[in-house]
């Protein structure tokens, strides 16, 4: 049986060159990059050329301003509660919105558990958007950090970014946003978007599980999370992960390789996929923004169905998907981000995402169109959800 995997926002497949740019790293070149000799020295220059290819991708101004971490989950983690321990004395307002991953959700709330911040969560319009007036008017005098992501993991939508950012920078705020589902699939410019901190992570572009980085503009103060040896300028104790950061490095000069091309292919399969799942289910809900939205990204939500249920009924044909996040996956409560878009919990239930990847062919779609109108009609006609409408 043909296995189809639809799933890349959850996790990517390593880019053959990634891996092999990586597997010296692991034998011949183990040197700690901290140590004087040479073999401590050859993996601190592998370690600077992958800082050089990630701040090319992200038009940093400097290598020195990328960060290397454990990944998205690390680097969200460290421009929240950094920035916040930085300038606490400034004060202690942060402003969010109510469909940000997980990661930054629950460290602001984190912060305000322990009753040192004040988190201010902004809505979203039916299809996801922060209306950047909202986080005009949320500003305070003691406003610290703004912090939205570029685009949501679990419906697609593209956050207009560089208006917040301006907004943030007229008024001496920090801006972060959380840009793991969009660094290596579309292009972005720290500058031009007035980011002032952004977090990303390998497996999400074709690099390896547990490495990503935090860009941080030169003048930002940030606490570090980690103490120790003083890595990272200091702002990131530990030694690095040279292999992980090796192939972060050639993750990123692949997906400025490929990153057009593939945005072109995909969108087409995506939009393929939802028109035909739209005309062969009825009562199918797209989700998010129809137009302002990554080009991978195909999410559903089908009425008077569990999402599990399709999920597992979808496995069993050999095709893998996702319902919401995967981080949060295996949670029995509604998504968070659907709530917030306002689909009702008893719909929420019912939700797909497909997301495609640089190894994904337009066979693959016309599989799912096969497999996936039998299965809905099939789990409905056991539904006492269905039979009462």
Known sequence: MERIYLDHAGTTPAHPKVIAAMKPFFREKFGNPASMHSFGQEAAQAASEARESVAKLLEAAAPEEIVFTSGGTESDNTAVMGTFFAKQKKGNHII????????????CHFLEKQGLAQVTCLPVDSTGLVDPEDVKKAITDKTILVTIMHANNEIGTIEPIAEIGAICRQRGIAFHTDAVQTVGHMPISVQKMNID?????????YGPKGVGALYVRKGTR??????????EGGRRSSTLNVSGIVGLGEAARQAQLEMESEARRQTEMRDSLLNGLSAAIPELIRTGHPAQRLPNNASICIRYVEGESMLLNLDLQGIAASSGSAC???????????????????????????????DNKPSEVQRVLEVLPPIVERLRAMSPLAQRK
């Open 222 to 231: 940030i606490s570090p999370l980690l103490h120790g040896g003083g890595q």
């Open 328 to 358: 949060t996956s295996g949670s029995l409560e509604a998504s968070h981000v659907l709530l917030a878009i306002g689909i009702p919990h008893e719909v929420a239930h019912g939700s797909l995402r497909f997301t495609f990847g640089r």
């Open 197 to 205: 901190m952004l977090s990303l992570s390998a497996h999400k572009f």
């Open 96 to 107: 969010t919105s109510a469909i940000e991953h997980h990661a930054v959700l629950h460290t």
